[in-house]
T-cell receptor, first 112, second 116 residues
Framework: KQEVTQIPAALSVPEGENLVLNCSFT??????LQWFRQDPGKGLTSLLL?????REQTSGRLNASLDKSSGRSTLYIAASQPGDSATYLC???????????FGAGTTVTVRA | AAGVIQSPRHLIKEKRETATLKCYPI?????VYWYQQGPGQDPQFLIS???????DKGSIPDRFSAQQFSDYHSELNMSSLELGDSALYFC???????????????FGSGTQLSVL
């Protein structure tokens, strides 16, 4: 069974600092990996999707890297803003499968 | 752009009652997924449908059932509700075309179920 771990569980930084969120997974036979943002009591917003053949994806201030062989992905958020405060979840899809397996998330607080 | 629509947004039920949650996927998406997210927990996969047929089953209790209809909307039926069923229930949709450039799962805003 795929286990997805996110470290740290919570992170608090001052505005302007860069954020580094880590995700690891036990089964490296993944098809793709997605990073999501979730605000309290709200739905999941997809941020970035990385195919297993890719090493990184970028969108604005967000950059996600993938090292499939070591079972790791990192989400970088540059120049953090208070509006970035949320829980960030990573989720993977295994080869031959379609459903997502989620990590527990990293809750980020950006202090103004 | 159209998103995944879930209804109702909030639902309050008593123990042992039944509840029905509805999900309308993004047009032309052929797969629907249901997830349950307890307080402070990560989303747990319940069940999925591909082209109106059940395609995968996760940790869904026997008290729950789901189906996908001819118009591709899906309903999650929950009976004999228990306090522990209180959670945020998400529906997501995607396309299984593995040649598609965008295979993201798109999530609805969820239904917050409270069992009293």
């Amino acid at each position: 069974k795929q286990e997805v771990t996110q470290i740290p569980a919570a992170l608090s930084v001052p505005e302007g600092e860069n954020l580094v969120l880590n995700c690891s997974f036990t089964d490296s036979a993944i098809y793709n990996l997605q990073w999501f943002r979730q605000d309290p009591g709200k739905g999941l917003t997809s941020l970035l999707l990385i195919q297993s053949s890719q090493r990184e994806q970028t969108s604005g201030r967000l950059n996600a890297s993938l090292d499939k062989s070591s079972g790791r992905s990192t989400l970088y958020i540059a120049a953090s803003q208070p509006g970035d405060s949320a829980t960030y979840l990573c989720a993977v899809v295994l080869e031959g499968d379609y459903k997502l397996s989620f990590g527990a998330g990293t809750t980020v607080t950006v202090r103004a | 752009a159209a998103g995944v629509i879930q209804s109702p947004r909030h639902l309050i039920k008593e123990k042992r009652e039944t509840a029905t949650l509805k999900c309308y996927p993004i047009p032309r998406h052929d797969t629907v997924y249901w997830y349950q997210q307890g307080p402070g927990q990560d989303p747990q996969f319940l069940i999925s449908f591909y082209e109106k047929m059940q395609s995968d089953k996760g940790s869904i209790p026997d008290r729950f059932s789901a189906q996908q209809f001819s118009d591709y909307h899906s309903e999650l039926n929950m009976s004999s509700l228990e306090l522990g069923d209180s959670a945020l229930y998400f529906c997501a949709s995607s396309s299984r075309d593995r040649g598609a450039t965008n295979e993201k799962l798109f999530f609805g805003s969820g239904t917050q179920l409270s069992v009293l």
